[in-house]
């Protein structure tokens, strides 16, 4: 069965960077939709960025990480990236990625990975 599994969180200060990384079990080219969520204490998750199956377009980020955060996927690989630049203490959370074959919005029925804990100090 298909599996992702988050790596790269850490502590950093704020204005500091991190590039997570999601790595597939199966190619997810032309097959998975693929999304970064994340949640932080006591908040509902919310999504940060996904791509389409094509890994290379139809980027979507939420209004809070736009112009810092960008998403990225290596289909030789079976990777996605969230690289993190300029970090604010408000991005502390547990990092999420998500693969869904349906590409509907509806992420909650995907495959979902274990999450990695991102920590941004002030």
Do not use: H
């Not at 790596?7 to 079990?25: E, I, N, P």
């Not at 300029?86 to 495959?111: F, H, M, Q, R």
């Amino acid at each position: 069965a298909m599996q992702v599994a988050e790596s790269g969180g850490g502590s950093v200060q704020a204005g500091g960077s991190l590039r997570l990384s999601c790595a597939a079990s199966e190619n997810t080219y032309r097959r998975y939709c693929m999304a970064w969520f994340r949640q932080a204490p006591g908040k509902e998750r919310e999504g940060v960025a996904t791509v389409d199956i094509y890994g290379s377009t139809n980027y979507v980020y939420a209004e809070s990480v736009k112009g810092r955060f960008t998403i990225s996927q290596d289909n030789s690989k079976n990777t996605l990236y969230l690289q993190m630049n300029g970090l604010k203490p408000e991005d502390t959370a547990t990092y999420y990625c998500v693969a869904d074959t349906e590409c509907t919005g509806n992420w909650y029925s995907g495959i979902w990975g274990q999450g990695t804990q991102v920590t941004v100090s002030s």
